[in-house]
């Protein structure tokens, strides 16, 4: 009968060499892919935030468009006066902004701008920003031609 060998095989496991360098290998793998995958992820944000402003950018539009002009502009309680301007989210022709919306950096601030009220026809810029979860700032400009 053979004599049985105690000692362990020389070969058996893996060495420290092995396992780090498998470990540096994983990493690089895994930082690699999650690069990949951070703009995946933002994408969402940027598109609801702009959905968002687009829709809010829409209301200010319509109701632009649909009063009149002697509404818009005229010099007691017109709409185009600076004390009437939506400044916030989702406000229309003298409503407040909500608290939720006035601590929401990502809830676009409404600015409108006009040269001159007696114009004809009148030019009116109304501009979107909001700080973007993922993008900083952002800005957003739609231009109104009314005529008299």
Sequence with gaps: MEAMNSQPAVDSGFTL?????????????????????????????????????TAYGRAILEELYSRSLEDLTNSEDGYLLSSNWP???????????????????????????????????????????WTGRDSGLVSREFWVVRTR
């Design 17 to 53: 060499l092995e396992v780090m360098m498998s470990i540096a290998i994983l990493a690089v793998v895994s930082l690699a892919s999650a690069m990949v995958m951070i703009p995946v992820v933002q994408a969402p944000n940027e598109s609801r935030e702009i959905t968002r402003s």
């Design 87 to 129: 400044k916030k989210g989702a406000q229309i022709f003298g409503e407040d902004a909500t608290f939720e919306e006035l601590n929401d950096p990502t809830v676009p601030t409404v600015s409108i701008q006009v040269t001159d009220l007696e114009s004809d026809p009148i030019e009116i810029l109304v501009t979107l920003s």
